[in-house]
């Protein structure tokens, strides 16, 4: 625990991170799959150019404009919207999760200054696309837009084996060689995934666009409207034909002990932690089989009934399964932020014998030894509680009395799941007698008490 934590009173720290983290995981799967969306359908656009058939060409002329249009909101977004979410998660993450940011950055400095080399250039080409339309060849420009889909990707393959390596860390445990925990267990199931959900959303956003086409103005936008919404409907036709493979791949290289918590949660529905990743999990494959039916009875079907309305329906669902997953993604790993070898509170698997034996006082640079509770709680609890709002500790506690309070407390400083029923969700408590002591006076604090029961 070298550094101070940071916490929102009420709401915990962790909503504030998951909060920006969702909406810049939108923005940022957008500006992938949308680069290859603009890559894909310009190439079409431009072959169709050359054809001698005159109705092609129509098309062609009509796909340019939508692109232009297309692609001014698109820059905006990830270049605006995605780079300041980007910075917000990194500003949220640094405060509330110090520790586990820390190790991130030192185990794979090269892979974050490579992705940002990535980012770097994936926004400038992005710009120079947008204001190079009508200003070079037709040639030249569907280049940029193939040179930004390949950075785009690129971003991703860095930045996944960042984020799969969190939950699946491999033989880097023991070896501590880099590259065993990048090209973890999950790398290539979590790659396929992503990409496949960005080339959905990627469809999804199309989809809004296209039917914003006013199609009363005249027969061939009425037309064009019809094509562009069942195109953009085939994107979504890769996530449902393949990603039931991938995913049950992804699940087959999670630990075990993932795989149990899930079965757990499905046995014991409607109590408990893993009862309410049971049921996000439920909610995304529900969410994701709306999208699959909307999609094939409307824009795929019947295109000229689509409305805009039901464009942003469609939106929202697809923003719910995207949400969902993501937060069910980063429960999976849970009581870790790193599987295996950092609790979510900051500390190391590995120190758990040393802190108990030496105390938490001379592991933390911010105990206060005039407050050893207060500083036991906030520096081992707060990273996921709060005192009386998000994950209450006051409702966890419930009615019991000071020496309820140390029992559970010297019961949640074991490490053998036998005696320690939380130790799937929870990190191991650690610190002396005398420290969990002040822990439990000092919670005992927080709510008054029936003495005896």
């Known amino acids: ?218 027969e061939d936008i009425a037309n064009f409207r019809a094509y562009m919404l069942k195109y953009s409907s085939k994107w979504f036709i890769p996530v449902f034909l393949i990603g039931p493979i991938v995913g049950f791949w992804f699940f087959s290289q999670v630990p075990q002990a993932v795989i149990t918590n899930i079965f757990t949660g499905i046995q014991s529905s409607g109590v408990g932690n893993f009862s309410i990743l049971a049921r996000s999990i439920y909610l995304s494959l529900i969410l994701s089989g709306t999208v699959l039916v909307f999609a094939l009875v409307g824009p795929y079907l019947n295109p000229r009934s689509f409305s805009f309305a039901s464009a942003i329906a469609f939106l929202v669902c697809g923003l719910g399964v995207t949400s969902v997953s993501e937060w069910s993604r980063e429960m999976l790993r849970k009581p870790y932020v790193i599987y295996n070898y950092m609790y979510s509170n900051g500390i190391r698997k590995a120190d758990l014998e040393t802190i108990n034996k030496d105390s938490f006082a001379a592991f933390s640079k911010w105990e206060d030894p005039d407050n050893i509770g207060v500083s036991m709680f906030r520096q081992q609890c707060m990273i996921c509680h709060t005192t009386d709002g998000y994950r209450s500790m006051k409702k966890l506690l419930g009615e019991r009395d000071l020496e309820g309070i140390k029992t559970f407390l010297l019961m949640m400083r074991e490490t053998d799941p036998e005696k320690n029923s939380y130790l799937n969700i929870m990190p191991p408590l650690v610190g002396t007698d005398k420290e969990v002591e002040a822990l439990a006076e000092y919670l005992v604090t927080l709510k008054p008490v029936k003495l005896g029961v």
């Open 1 to 218: 625990m070298n550094y101070p934590l940071w916490s929102i009173p009420g709401l915990g720290g962790s909503w504030a991170v998951g909060l920006i983290s969702v909406i810049h995981v939108f923005i940022s799967h957008f500006a992938v799959g949308g680069g290859i969306f603009f890559a894909v359908t310009e190439y079409l656009a431009l072959k169709r150019s050359e054809s001698n058939d005159l109705t092609l060409r129509h098309n062609s002329e009509m796909l340019y404009a939508y692109l232009r249009k297309h692609s001014k909101f698109f820059m905006m977004v990830t270049t605006v919207a995605g780079s300041v979410t980007g910075v917000g998660i990194w500003f949220s993450i640094s405060l509330v999760s110090p520790d586990g940011t820390a190790s991130l950055i030192q185990i794979y400095s090269l892979g974050w200054a490579t992705e940002y080399l990535f980012f770097v250039a994936e926004i400038a080409t992005v710009l120079v696309y947008f204001y190079t339309w009508d200003k070079v060849s037709k040639e030249l420009h569907l280049v940029l837009a193939q040179w930004y889909a390949v950075l785009s990707v690129f971003t991703l393959i860095t930045i996944n084996g960042i984020l799969s390596f969190m939950l699946t860390p491999g033989g880097w445990i023991e070896s501590k060689a880099w590259y065993e925990g990048f090209f973890n267990p999950t790398y290539w199931p979590s790659l396929i995934l992503r990409l496949l959900v960005m080339l959905a959303i990627a469809g999804m956003y199309s989809l809004i666009t296209s039917a914003q086409l006013k199609a009363s103005e005249s």
